[in-house]
Structures are given as structure tokens and as C-alpha cells.
């Protein structure tokens, strides 16, 4: 059975940080490509960041700069380190991984930013 497990959601100012952590089990995690992705109240959700099984990564221009993720194969954990952070970024985050077209998802943690 498939887990993806978020952790390290919460409340906090702007300008503040946060770190997000993800823990995999049931997929071979070394081999998957993992990302953080985010859905706030009437929006879809959208891409905050990707790491490939060899470290590439990707973030789009809003989260550029400020969001960081890394992976720890040993653990099979993966991390979004959010610096930073703006009213805007307030949204579930959900962890995702990815092997050749087969996606699982957590089930979200709460981020939220006030002004």
C-alpha cells in the first residue's frame, strides 16, 4: 500500500518560513520523481516544485528563489523549505510522486500566511 504522509503545515506571519516534510512508503522511492504541489480555495491546483530521481529541479517564477525541495533517499522523505512566504501561499499542500505516468498524492497539509 502506497503512503504519502505531509508533515509540518501550519500558521505563520509573512516573511516567515516553513518546512514541509514527506515520507513514502510502498514505491520504490529512489526511482520516483517527487514534487510539492498546492490548492487554495476556488483554484486548481498547481505545480510549487519538483525534484527528478537525479536532483533536477523546477519551480515555477512565483515560488523561484524562496521554496527550495530536496530529497533524502535513505529516508524516503521529501522536504520543501519555504522562505519567505506570502498571504498568497496560503493553500493545502500536497506531496506527489511520479514513475512513468503513475501518480500518488498525500493528503494535503493546511499552509497558512497572514498579512
Known amino acids: 500500500q502506497v503512503q504519502l504522509v505531509e508533515s509540518g503545515g501550519g500558521l505563520v506571519q509573512a516573511g516567515g518560513s516553513l518546512r514541509l516534510s514527506c515520507a513514502a512508503s510502498?514505491?520504490?522511492?529512489?526511482?520516483?520523481?517527487m514534487g510539492w504541489y498546492r490548492q487554495a480555495p476556488g483554484k486548481q491546483r498547481e505545480l510549487v516544485a519538483i525534484?527528478?530521481?537525479?536532483?533536477?529541479?523546477t519551480y515555477p517564477d512565483s515560488v523561484k528563489g524562496r521554496f527550495t525541495i530536496s530529497r533524502d533517499n535513505a529516508k524516503n522523505t521529501v522536504y520543501l523549505q519555504m522562505n519567505n512566504l506570502k498571504p498568497e501561499d496560503t493553500a493545502v499542500y500536497y506531496c506527489n510522486s511520479e514513475f512513468r505516468g503513475t501518480n500518488y498524492w498525500g493528503q494535503g497539509t493546511q499552509v497558512t500566511v497572514s498579512s
Open positions: 525534484i527528478t530521481n537525479g536532483y533536477k529541479t
Open positions: 510502498g514505491i520504490i522511492f529512489s526511482i520516483n520523481a
